[in-house]
């Protein structure tokens, strides 16, 4: 992190797809405060996702600077580590494993680290309590409501201690009740654990629970509209 | 969760298709481990054909068959051999085959009744203090005595595939004879066969005075290929001979085509299994693209995600090898006991060199089926992975 307090430093980054044919991002400028909660929201296909991935190293951008907990994106050649410590993912699909149990999912991202098994069952365990899951530890995936798939798929994407979260249209798939209880979740997990939160939506009242909505229009970030 | 616990969980996930991957790498493995069992079997019982104390050279008459049965020569035969020079020591032996069912209807074993009689048994008549040219040096209980017409010893596999020992009796050319004692040479043909007095055999067979062959001992410093001539050129178009190790190449040569061919089989089946690992792995892959775009997303290293498509895979043909190798020992010993006039000649290995290699192609299989598409899924690229559909 830099003096500046940001722990997303985004200047000028652009990712084209299909040989250039595609502009997927366009000279994308944001930055994001540590702790902080954004979404981002704008039209399909306007690059919401594909700004998510760059943050998340997924993908390696391909012009402009990118900066994250740190980290120079555009150089590091440790990619996997930087994910796997810093970063927590939730996609719209909850992406689990069908034949692991709810315990067993949420310690997949541990396997990078060098916790005992021991200590990552601890871990797992506790960061089910924190979604209410206690109760469905043992069960598979598959006997889960897609809210509680979706709870699964919070405490996975946190069991590494990440610096950020970032959430991939997090109630897409989902009832606005359960969306509610999804959102409220995130949030709550994200002041107790002081962790960034990055998430994606189409939904206006859903964006409106962030500190801050970025627009992105065209690969590039339009305005930015503080809800506080 | 440990890594190892999660690369054993996949492959059940999709139990049809590796159950089907099992099936293919199995039969494999099967056919490795029982040709192994087999020839090994066979290699272990040739291996002793050539034994210090037994006749180095077998005469029989020009045109017959040299396992052939009944008696075309005259046994006085045997008594003008030794003059010939290098001649050490001669015996008259008659071959004869008894196809009579009754070897079976008085066998105890349940198992072997009415398969025993197929092939027939194998019964020698010889001189019982000749029994040292045909490689018996050593009878457990007592040989039979020259004038005896109801004596028999019995070899080793055919005692144990009849379920018989010493003191029991067993039916032959319709009549009761008491087995006398069993032996062993190590010789498969000889092992499962019978001897009895040559006279005996004889009458039995109403080839009086009339012997198949004659064994042959040579002096300690004589040529056997020199000797043989010498009997061929003292009998010209009357007597052929042949060697033990003539024999013994024969056998050896015989070996060695069983043994290529089954590795060729072998080879065969490894390749159809690895096809059908590779396919399986690919498609497991496919299936997973999403998932393996997430591994990915939480941090996992190309290396683990590799590890863990290759780790699949040799469970997979592990336990193709397991089953394989179980299946493989059961039929084996099945067939054989089942059918006694094989089982009496073949003695399966249990060499562990056999179940080894078995082991290592399982081995290799899962590692060259599972590599490709282990290789694939470490490369997929996560953004692209997770867009899949
Ligand atoms: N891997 C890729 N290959 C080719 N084109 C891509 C790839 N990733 C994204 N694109 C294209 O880049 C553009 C931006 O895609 P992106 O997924 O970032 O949009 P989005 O804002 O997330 O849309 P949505 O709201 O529908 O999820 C789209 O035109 C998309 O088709
Ligand atoms: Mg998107």
Redesign the interface.
């Known amino acids: 992190m830099n003096n500046t307090g940001n722990i997303i430093e985004i200047k000028g980054l652009k990712k084209s797809y299909d040989n250039g044919k595609i502009k997927a991002l366009n000279g994308m400028d944001l930055e994001v405060k540590k702790g902080e909660f954004i979404s981002i929201m704008g039209p399909s296909g306007s690059g919401k996702s594909s700004l998510l991935n760059m943050i998340g190293a997924l993908d390696r951008a391909d012009e402009g600077t990118i900066t994250v907990a740190g980290i120079d994106l555009m150089k590091t050649k440790k990619l996997y580590e930087f994910r796997s410590k810093e970063i927590g993912f939730v996609f719209q699909m909850h992406n689990l494993i069908p034949n692991l149990s709810v315990l067993e999912n949420v310690q997949i991202p541990m396997f990078e680290t060098k916790t005992s098994s021991k200590d990552m069952k601890k871990r797992a365990l506790e960061l089910l309590k924190a979604v209410n899951l206690e109760d469905k530890i043992n069960q598979k995936p598959t006997k889960l409501s897609g809210g509680e798939r979706q709870r699964v798929a919070i405490a996975r994407a946190l069991v590494n201690h990440p610096s950020i979260i970032l959430a991939d249209e997090p109630t897409g798939s989902l009832d606005s009740k359960t969306g509610e209880v999804i959102l409220n979740l995130l949030k709550d997990l994200h002041s107790k654990e002081n962790v960034t939160l990055v998430m994606v939506t189409h939904e206006p009242y859903v964006g409106k629970m962030a500190e801050r909505i970025v627009t992105v229009l065209d690969g590039k970030c339009q305005n930015i509209i503080s809800t506080l | 969760?440990?890594?190892l616990s999660?690369v054993v969980?996949?492959p059940?996930?999709n139990k049809t298709r590796s159950a089907l991957a099992i099936v293919g790498i199995s039969i494999g493995i099967i056919v490795i481990v029982a040709l192994g069992m087999v020839t090994g079997g066979l290699e272990n019982s040739t291996q002793s054909t050539l034994k210090a104390g037994a006749a180095e050279i077998t005469v029989i008459q020009t045109g017959s068959n040299s396992f052939g049965s009944g008696g075309s020569l005259n046994e006085s035969l045997a008594a003008s051999l030794l003059s010939i020079n290098g001649v050490k020591d001669t015996t008259g032996i008659l071959r004869a085959t008894n196809t009579s069912t009754t070897v079976t209807a008085t066998t105890t074993n349940s198992s072997s009744s009415g398969f025993g009689a197929e092939g027939g048994v194998s019964i020698t008549g010889i001189e019982a203090n000749k029994l040292s040219l045909i490689g018996i040096d050593s009878v457990n209980g007592t040989a039979f005595t020259n004038t005896s017409t109801n004596q028999v010893i019995m070899g080793i596999t055919i005692a144990q595939s009849l379920n018989k020992t010493v003191g029991d009796t067993i039916n032959l050319y319709g009549k009761n004879f008491t087995i006398t004692g069993t032996y062993e040479t190590g010789n498969f043909i000889t092992d499962a066969g019978i001897m009895m007095p040559l006279s005996t055999l004889q009458n039995l067979t109403s080839n009086q005075n009339k012997i198949s062959d004659v064994l042959v001992k040579v002096t300690d410093n004589a040529n056997v290929t020199t000797v043989s001539q010498s009997i061929e050129n003292a009998y010209p178009n009357q007597l052929s001979t042949t060697t033990a190790a003539d024999q013994a190449n024969r056998i050896n040569q015989g070996l060695s085509f069983i043994n290529t061919a089954s590795w060729a089989i072998s080879l065969l089946a490894i390749f159809i299994g690895a096809v059908g690992v590779i396919n399986t792995m690919i498609m497991s892959v496919y299936e997973r693209t999403?998932?393996i775009?997430?591994?990915?997303?939480?941090?996992?290293?190309?290396r683990?995600i590799l590890g863990m498509i290759l780790g699949e895979s040799i469970v997979l043909t592990l336990l193709a090898f397991v089953i394989g190798t179980i299946v493989a020992v059961v039929g084996v010993e099945l067939i054989l006991t089942l059918s006694p006039s094989v089982g009496g000649i073949i003695k399966p290995s249990f060499a562990y060199d056999i179940f080894l290699r078995a082991f290592v192609v399982a081995f290799l299989v899962g590692v060259i089926g599972g590599l490709y598409p282990a290789y694939r899924a470490s490369r997929l690229?996560?953004?692209e992975a997770?867009r899949y559909e």
């Open positions: 969760m440990s890594f999660l969980k996949n059940f996930r999403r998932e775009g997430v591994l990915k997303a939480v941090g996992w290293r190309d683990r690229s996560p953004t997770l």
